[in-house]
């Protein structure tokens, strides 16, 4: 089994930054490709990053060039970061972090970025 647990979510003012990270334990050695997610309310849930396992990396047009995803790999646990800039009121939404493991999603719980002044 993997888990994951999202940290760094929280307010920021338009054209600020922030870090979010997901940390994955457990069964980490079947985990192919890693993606962050956002479910804004009343709209379905997206993805904004992904990592696959060949190390390539690809994000949508409402993203491109502020969203960088990375992955920190240690012996019993890999670390999903998102950093994130020039924040958008339109990128108001809960983030989640999303990990393929044998072709089965595992999600995290989520973490709310609010983007307002």
């Known amino acids: 089994q993997v888990q994951l647990v999202e940290s760094g979510g929280g307010l920021v003012e338009p054209g600020g930054s922030l870090r979010l990270s997901c940390v994955a334990s457990?069964?980490?050695?079947?985990?192919?490709?890693v993606r962050w997610y956002r479910q804004a309310p009343g709209k379905q849930r997206d993805v904004v990053a992904f990592?696959?396992?060949?190390?390539?990396?690809?994000?949508p047009d409402s993203v491109k060039g502020r969203f960088t995803i990375s992955i920190n790999r240690e012996t019993n646990k890999m670390t999903i970061d998102l950093q994130m800039n020039s924040l958008k009121p339109e990128d108001t939404a809960v983030y989640f972090c999303?990990?393929?493991?044998?072709?089965?999603?595992?999600w995290g719980q989520g973490t709310q970025v609010t983007v307002s002044s």
């Open positions: 990592i696959l396992g060949s190390g390539a990396t690809g994000y």
């Open positions: 457990g069964d980490i050695s079947n985990i192919d490709g």
């Open positions: 999303n990990a393929k493991v044998r072709g089965i999603d595992v």
